[in-house]
């Protein structure tokens, strides 16, 4: 396993990236979603996960999957009862 780091590299539009590896030294990232342009002010979205098999994360659903973290960072445990 390597050590855990974080890599700027913004897209050639300009929108903030971020990349790192996983466990596995799969390359991931989180970039920025061009959504925001073409939704109303404050509705944006994230891409994050492995290069080839991202996911699209609206704002509503980042915040879940923080509280999911969150708990089982204090936990050690992943269920959804700590979102409801």
Known sequence: ??????????????????EFLDLYDFPCSLQESSLALLEQPGASAVWFGVED?????DRERVKVLISLLVEWLDTGKVHGSCCE
């Open 1 to 18: 396993m390597s050590k855990f780091v974080l890599k700027d590299n913004p897209t050639e539009r300009g929108f903030g990236r971020v």
């Open 53 to 57: 098999n991202r996911m699209h994360l």
